[in-house]
């Protein structure tokens, strides 16, 4: 049975970041330097994701300014196809829009993962890019309603986000 929960101890901390050592340094050679980010470490809100009480996967949001950005989006490579990022992914992006309801969703999703992430409602926007030598797109979670849409905060923070980005959003 797959189980998503808030991270709250430093002990589940810690297996969050064994399972990102795991995936993004040696399984994909991110520089350890560049996966583990300083100072976002202890502002971001962390989850993971336990297959038969063993944990197996872990993502973070954090706010950044008017969004919320979600990052370091986890599975240990045994355990995929089982559900638990999608799993992952739904309680996330329910908490994110609890807490930070007029913050626009957003990640820079690999390029291999793009499809799952548009699979639950994420939509890629702007040019690709590289990051750590990974090819990524923004990709957002627009709200539902156009209300919704037109309340988030971005719209009245300008350069927050790109205008070229916040048109296509739009569009």
Same mark, same amino acid.
């Given at each position: 049975?797959?189980?998503?929960?808030?991270?709250?101890?430093?002990?589940?901390?810690?297996?969050?970041?064994?399972?990102?050592?795991?995936?993004?340094?040696?399984?994909?050679?991110?520089?350890?330097?560049?996966?583990?980010?300083?100072?976002? *470490? =202890?502002? /971001? @809100?962390?989850?993971?994701?336990?297959?038969? $009480?063993? #944990?197996?996967?872990?993502? %973070?949001?954090?706010? &950044?300014?008017?969004?919320?950005?979600? *990052? =370091?989006? /986890? @599975?240990?490579?045994?355990?995929?196809?089982? $559900?638990? #990022?999608?799993?992952?992914? %739904?309680?996330?992006? &329910?908490?994110?829009?609890?807490?930070?309801? =007029?913050?626009?969703?957003?990640?820079?999703?690999?390029?291999?993962?793009?499809?799952?992430?548009?699979?639950?409602?994420?939509? &890629?926007?702007?040019?690709?890019?590289?990051?750590?030598?990974?090819?990524?797109?923004?990709?957002?979670?627009?709200?539902?309603?156009?209300?919704?849409?037109?309340?988030?905060?971005?719209?009245?923070?300008?350069?927050?986000?790109?205008?070229?980005?916040?048109?296509?959003?739009?569009?």
């Amino acid at each position: 049975m797959l189980d998503v929960v808030r991270v709250t101890s430093e002990q589940d901390y810690q297996e969050a970041l064994r399972i990102r050592r795991l995936v993004f340094v040696e399984e994909q050679g991110v520089p350890a330097a560049l996966e583990v980010a300083g100072e976002y *470490e =202890r502002k /971001a @809100t962390y989850f993971l994701v336990s297959l038969h $009480g063993q #944990a197996i996967g872990t993502g %973070r949001f954090r706010m &950044a300014g008017p969004t919320v950005k979600f *990052e =370091r989006i /986890a @599975t240990l490579k045994e355990a995929r196809g089982q $559900g638990a #990022a999608a799993a992952l992914m %739904r309680v996330m992006q &329910a908490e994110a829009a609890r807490e930070l309801p =007029r913050h626009l969703r957003y990640m820079h999703a690999q390029d291999s993962a793009v499809p799952f992430y548009h699979k639950l409602g994420w939509r &890629a926007v702007g040019e690709p890019f590289s990051e750590a030598g990974i090819g990524h797109r923004i990709m957002v979670l627009a709200p539902a309603t156009r209300s919704d849409f037109e309340a988030l905060l971005c719209w009245s923070e300008p350069g927050a986000i790109p205008a070229a980005v916040l048109a296509e959003i739009a569009g």
